[in-house]
């Protein structure tokens, strides 16, 4: 078998003998050929190798990074806050610093265990940001201002308000009793001028509140103005202001209007 495959590589080579003295171009070509589909064979290796790598290198870099918070709508903004929220807590704390030891005449933004500061109206939806003591907790998501109330599509008055228990057994919160067994009772702002049974609660689109407040982790980018994953926000936000109210603390929601940085000043700090 050997010699087999011998005499077949000298006649190969015999014949290419005789192919380049009676036709050299041909040989040439040949060669090119030869050249072209080596670097094509390297090319496709060394891209196949670059993808290989890359895939490894995502493996390990997912192993090393902790769990992101993952939302499955491609339009929703990052869950992150604003980039202004990161120094507005400082601003609010430098704010009520500043007030009190020069008492500057303005609004305190820090009136409430809670505090809401609205920031956008778009006629039909308000957007806005929630404090608890100070610390940026959570999105909200309310109706729109309007002059004269439209019965389940106005927003309440800014203003302080209580923050405590409706301890009525209504359809809604048997609802949420079923959906959550670590919740109580609804926690209601109490005291609105004309308006009664305003709650903080789950929900996303204006549609979901007849005038209360919609706390959520996310806000999307899309329209209708949307706040996403307010399950996850409602549940440590009710945790919290239900621990505090069977401690027998008074707890106190703070809410501004879109004008809070003229009114606190707080542009100047």
């Not at 993808?51 to 997912?62: A, G, M, Q, Y």
């Not at 769990?67 to 704010?95: C, M």
């Not at 309007?146 to 599509?153: F, N, S, Y």
């Not at 549609?207 to 440590?236: F, H, M, N």
């Amino acid at each position: 078998m050997k010699r087999f495959i011998g005499l077949l590589v000298i006649a190969m080579v015999l014949v290419l003998i005789l192919v380049f003295i009676t036709n050299p171009e041909l040989i040439s070509k040949i060669w090119l050929y030869l050249v072209g589909f080596i670097g094509y064979i390297v090319a496709l290796a060394e891209k196949g190798f670059q993808s290989i790598k890359k895939t490894f290198k995502n493996v390990e870099k997912t192993k090393e990074e902790p769990t992101q918070k993952t939302v499955t709508s491609t339009s929703l903004a990052p869950i992150d806050p604003l980039p202004e929220v990161a120094h507005l807590e400082q601003k609010i704390q430098q704010l009520e610093a500043k007030m009190d030891s020069a008492n500057i005449e303005g609004q305190s933004l820090a009136g409430g265990t809670v505090t809401v500061l609205r920031y956008m109206d778009d006629g039909e939806t308000t957007l806005g940001l929630l404090f608890l003591r100070n610390k940026f907790f959570a999105y909200t998501l309310e109706d729109t201002f309007r002059m004269e109330k439209v019965k389940h599509e106005t927003r309440i008055p800014a203003g302080k308000y209580l923050l405590d228990f409706n301890r009525q057994l209504t359809p809604m919160t048997e609802r949420y009793r079923n959906r959550m067994p670590w919740f109580d009772f609804h926690l209601e702002i109490k005291e609105v001028p004309d308006f009664s049974q305003i709650y903080i609660h789950i929900g996303n689109t204006h549609s979901d509140t007849s005038g209360c407040i919609l706390i959520a982790d996310g806000v999307s980018a899309g329209l209708p103005r949307s706040i996403v994953q307010s399950t996850l926000a409602y549940e440590k936000f009710y945790k919290i202001i239900h621990g505090l109210l069977q401690s027998n603390e008074q707890v106190t929601i703070q809410v501004h209007d879109e004008d809070w940085i003229e009114k606190s000043k707080i542009a100047a700090i």
